[in-house]
């Protein structure tokens, strides 16, 4: 929601142009923090992990996550079966 408006506000189309991109409120990927990454990736991992084509972008997180990420992911994972059924 916050990020919605001035992007709303920015882009006046639906196609987004780099220098737009630039004048956006988004952080330098070296701002985010160990902490940072445990709290944002695992539900951001859950909202655009909806099929099975997306796999790759899953396991490449999980090859470059450290063991403290691995950790959190495979616990949002058994949240997320436990409160399902699942799929192995």
Known sequence: MVFDYPVR???P???V?????KQLPVLAPEAYQVPD???VV???????YTGWDLKA???DLWREGDGAL???L???WEANRAATGGHG
């Open 42 to 48: 695992p539900p951001v991992v859950e909202l655009v």
């Open 57 to 59: 972008l899953a396991d």
């Open 9 to 11: 506000q920015k882009v």
């Open 13 to 15: 189309g639906t196609h």
């Open 74 to 76: 495979r616990r949002q």
């Open 70 to 72: 691995q950790e959190t």
């Open 37 to 39: 990454l445990l709290f």
């Open 17 to 21: 142009n780099s220098f737009l991109l």
